[in-house]
């Protein structure tokens, strides 16, 4: 018998080989291969008798139930060609097989089998064909067959037979959630679902139901049972994590006064939006608590997030702590260093680089040390009561949580991508949410249009007029690629060296650059500085510009090749532009021709609002864009998905009433500890 936590190389017939493949792959247990679903299911249910296939007027996928007469082979040039013929009793039909030695001993004469396969009217023959004898299940034929990812580089034959054996000892799983989930059905009528059909939402026989369903529909109901538990998993894990932040860990008070922010604000060369000081409040009431903040502050590019976060760690270091910022590029902490230092002249900050070390007398003083991921491992040193995570998804869990033994200091993440609402309500319920929605200034949406491959010429003229009426602008051109694939797949994506190339041949006068993560970190450093001289016109660079360069005077941005970026990444790449208020262009250049590709990007083009993107974003491609799995784990749902609020809903309300002792099947595989709390 076999739990869900039984090793694979436990599993009969999973010998060492076997084992290292899945291992390989990730699939170490039961539990790993069960929920390692099918790609797809080919239907083998088509039956007919020999008589009925010989009539069929075109190529057909069918099962036929016949007896073997005999089997024999030849050789035609290298290719050696086994054929059988079979009957039953309407008549004969024969079988072509094309190096497929081992039918030879598997096809017995007298035996009777099932046979799937493509009937050829114009041969009157099955070509290779599935084989499977006659038994009381079959998994091969005359079903529908899962097919599975050819990842594993295990036959999709073995794969099956090893998940049949796994399901028919399989030690039966406690469910409480098919209960609670009928008793909810009961309550609320309009949610119930057909009638004798409750009962296959039971996770005994989801698995089976998933890996051999007997009907269409089953795969639906076992998809929808694990999304489902894959979903309330989340919510358990938000639950749990909350609980550990707020009852586990202590914190550092720190008692702000209201009279040192206000001293900290009357010198801001700018007023402070509303939504700018409600956010300073909701993070005063977390700090003065006894355990850590734990909030992230959402706002678009431009809407003064670093602001607020200087003006925090100011307090903080004012009380005599230290505070952390930690950007994900050196490029992106220059320019918080060097943008705090004009906004906050009075308070002492350290930039933490390979360039500028930290030194042991910069711990005898508080200060607030900006720097890299490299500063996450100077933290015990440091031990700041305040951590601030710029562009929060760019850093995994493990890298924002690290165990400073028993220290536990406020953590604020800031994120400048939007996060649709169904997001925040489930993996967001652990952390405290503020969002700026207010722009500092009013600025004029950006001129957002998509530019096909015919209308690439017209549109360098355009840009050509702009350089020579407007010489001191800043045109910005993005490219998903360093250097050319020549991957068949990829050989049309734009690189950023081959771009520049073509760029300098059509605007030789002008001074341009190039901008990628290769370069050496004083290569970019003297770029990013060019830039803001004004000594750059036009700039070729990668994605990295996404979060890494401000410049307020560009007021144009090529992306080449948009159709490779996900919605709230171009959302991101256009906020790079405009932020004067000045009129700004964001171009769009694609040489996709699927009407799919093209529609995605021009309700992009008509679309400004955050949200709105992100909700679009997610469902074209999903929450990649937003997390990634080296952070929770959570963002690739297998079954679940982040835009059907039905089962967000049904799943938030079961939660409500399971027991407290409930967890899932999948918790293994969603941990929570201080690993995994960010």
Request: hydrophobic residues 40%; contains cysteine; glycine residues 4%.
């Amino acid at each position: 018998m076999y739990t869900l936590e039984t090793p694979l190389h436990h599993v009969t017939g999973v010998g060492e080989r076997l084992a290292a493949k899945f291992t390989e792959q990730g699939l170490k247990t039961v539990r790993d291969l069960l929920l390692f679903a099918p790609l797809r299911y080919l239907d083998a249910t088509h039956f007919m008798t020999v008589a009925e296939a010989i009539e069929l007027p075109k190529k057909k996928l069918i099962t036929i139930k016949a007896k073997v007469i005999n089997v024999s082979q030849f050789r035609r040039g290298s290719k050696m060609i086994q054929t059988a013929t079979v009957a039953d009793e309407t008549g004969q039909i024969k079988l072509i097989f094309f190096n497929s030695r081992y039918i030879l001993n598997q096809l017995k004469e007298g035996v009777i089998f099932y046979f799937s396969g493509y009937y050829t009217p114009k041969y009157r023959n099955l070509i290779q064909p599935k084989c499977e004898r006659v038994a009381l299940e079959q998994i091969h034929t005359a079903r529908l067959v899962p097919y599975y990812s050819s990842r594993l580089h295990v036959a999709q034959g073995t794969l099956r037979r090893i998940l049949q054996q796994i399901l028919h000892h399989l030690v039966e799983i406690p469910d409480v959630v098919s209960q609670v989930w009928r008793n909810t059905i009961v309550d609320h009528p309009t949610q119930a679902l057909i009638e004798g059909e409750i009962d296959q939402q039971r996770l005994d026989l989801t698995f089976q139901q998933l890996h051999f369903p007997q009907k269409a529909n089953q795969v639906t109901h076992a998809r929808q049972r694990l999304a489902l538990e894959e979903m309330l998993a989340i919510i358990d894990y938000s639950e749990a994590a909350k609980h550990y932040l707020k009852y586990q860990q202590k914190a550092i008070v720190i008692p702000t006064k209201a009279v040192q922010l206000q001293q900290l604000i009357k010198h801001l060369p700018f007023k402070l939006t509303g939504d700018q000081l409600k956010v300073l409040d909701e993070i005063d009431h977390d700090m003065n608590q006894t355990y850590p903040m734990n909030r992230l502050l959402m706002g678009d590019v431009g809407t003064g997030k670093t602001v607020v976060a200087g003006l925090v760690a100011a307090q903080v270091v004012q009380q005599g702590r230290a505070a952390v910022l930690i950007a994900p590029t050196v490029i992106l902490a220059q320019q918080h260093y060097q943008q705090l230092k004009k906004l906050l002249p009075h308070l002492s900050i350290k930039l933490v680089t390979a360039q500028s070390k930290l030194k042991a007398d910069d711990l005898k003083m508080p200060h607030l040390f900006i720097g890299t991921h490299a500063l996450i491992r100077q933290l015990d040193k440091i031990k700041p009561a305040l951590i601030v995570y710029d562009e929060q998804q760019k850093f995994g869990v493990w890298q924002r949580s690290q165990d400073l033994k028993g220290y536990h200091p406020h953590v604020l993440n800031m994120t400048a991508t939007p996060i649709p609402r169904s997001l925040i309500l489930t993996i967001f319920a652990h952390v405290d949410i503020s969002l700026i929605k207010t722009q500092p200034m009013s600025k004029p949406p950006i001129k957002t249009a998509l530019v096909t491959e015919a209308k690439r010429e017209q549109m360098f003229s355009w840009l050509k007029k702009q350089f020579d009426n407007q010489p001191n602008t800043i045109t910005l051109v993005v490219a998903p690629f360093i250097d050319p694939s020549y991957h068949r797949a990829l050989e049309n994506i734009k690189a950023v060296k081959k771009v520049f190339a073509e760029y300098r041949e059509r605007f030789p006068h002008l001074n341009m650059s190039m901008l990628h993560g290769r370069m050496s970190q004083a290569a970019q450093t003297q770029t990013t500085t060019d830039l803001r001289l004004g000594k750059i016109q036009l700039l070729i660079a990668t994605p990295m510009i996404e979060v890494g360069v401000d410049l307020p005077q560009a007021n144009i941005i090529i992306i080449e090749s948009a159709e490779r970026f996900g919605l709230a990444s171009l959302h991101q790449l256009r906020g790079r532009v405009g932020r004067r208020g000045q009129t700004a262009y964001c171009f769009l250049f694609s040489q996709a021709e699927q009407k799919q590709v093209i529609k995605r990007l021009r309700q992009f083009s008509h679309l400004h609002d955050g949200q709105k993107i992100a909700e679009l974003d997610l469902k074209y491609r999903g929450s990649g864009d937003i997390f990634n799995t080296n952070q929770h784990g959570l963002a690739n749902l297998q079954f679940a998905h982040w835009l059907d609020p039905q089962v967000i809903k049904q799943a938030q309300t079961i939660y409500q009433q399971l027991p407290k002792s409930w967890s899932s099947f999948l918790a293994p595989k969603i941990k929570v500890g201080t690993a995994q709390l960010n």
